[in-house]
């Protein structure tokens, strides 16, 4: 890995993630976790507002946690440590798949035919969600790109966020997301829930039902999370919103000072790169979290009282 000009703990802690350094990998990565994520889909029971579809941050990876299937478990893992897939069961059956240059349609293969061989036999839809010219993931030869080190420090990431936001989640008592990563959008996110019912949302997310944006979306939220980037957003950031959007939301004086409100995306937005490069990136994106927050809530006139923790617990 290449030295940067900041401190070696920082690189490690908070690696540089270019966007075009690693897109290739991105893109291949990206559509690997969706096939995985689809596996839960089909086999979890449902929960509100799709929550058995998520992956979640380990100590090595993403995985699934616990899936059911009849009277066994198994769960499903990204190791980006040992660049493998892990598949186990709770019966002692363990698979490996090696994490390594290889087609969409040659690693869905291999996923499903390692499934059926342990006799789990799930069928997904192949068609990808929340990417521009999706091609199914039984026919994409196009996307065979893996870089290990970039995986790696993709993850690396993702386990410093995952940790300062579950920090930020435990300040709040209502309603809460766990802290989890969408496969469709390949974004780690927490929201919170004022505890009310939305409007209904008007749908029009790319490659995604109407039905299933209206699920996600039926109560009021404020939402935040980390993405790699893509398309305009040529970065890495950190990002945050509300839904539904209260008057005034866009001109509420957050921090740091290094965010901004993007007029494209809706959103609050901090460049990855302003976390990585602060003195203490904890306190910067804490600051960032809990400023967009009350930026919601204070705006969308939430019961901030009920919902909160106190201080002095």
Not at 19 to 30: N, V
Request: net charge negative; aromatic share 14%; charged share 20%.
């Amino acid at each position: 890995m290449a030295v940067s000009n900041q401190n070696t703990s920082t690189d490690i802690v908070w690696p540089s993630l270019p966007l075009a350094t690693w897109q290739d990998t991105y893109a291949t990565l990206h559509l690997w976790t969706q096939i995985i994520g689809k596996i839960r889909l089909a086999l979890a029971p449902k929960l509100n507002h799709w929550w058995q579809s998520t992956l979640y941050v380990t100590p090595r990876g993403l995985t699934t946690a616990s899936i059911p299937c009849g009277t066994r478990n198994f769960q499903i893992s990204f190791d980006f440590l040992d660049h493998q897939l892990q598949i186990d069961t709770s019966d002692g059956i363990a698979k490996r798949i090696a994490l390594a240059p290889r087609s969409v349609a040659d690693f869905y293969q291999m996923v499903l035919t390692t499934l059926s061989n342990i006799d789990i036999e799930v069928r997904i839809w192949t068609m990808p969600q929340e990417v521009s010219e999706p091609i199914p993931f039984d026919q994409d030869y196009q996307h065979a790109v893996y870089d290990p080190e970039y995986a790696q420090r993709f993850w690396q990431i993702l386990v410093q966020v995952d940790r300062i936001m579950t920090v930020f989640r435990s300040q709040f008592t209502g309603k809460s997301s766990p802290v989890h990563f969408f496969w469709g959008s390949f974004d780690l996110a927490v929201t919170r829930f004022s505890g009310r019912r939305a409007p209904e949302h008007p749908g029009g997310v790319p490659n995604m039902a109407d039905w299933v944006t209206r699920e996600a979306y039926s109560h009021e939220v404020s939402s935040c999370g980390f993405w790699p980037g893509g398309g305009s957003i040529v970065e890495p950031v950190f990002y945050a919103y509300a839904y539904p959007t209260p008057e005034g939301f866009r001109d509420y004086p957050i921090q740091p000072t290094e965010a901004f409100y993007s007029s494209e995306m809706q959103e609050f937005i901090l460049p990855y790169e302003a976390v990585r490069q602060a003195d203490d990136p904890d306190a910067m994106l804490l600051a960032f979290l809990q400023s967009t927050y009350e930026a919601a809530a204070n705006l969308g006139h939430w019961d901030r009282v009920a919902l909160e923790r106190s201080p002095t617990v």
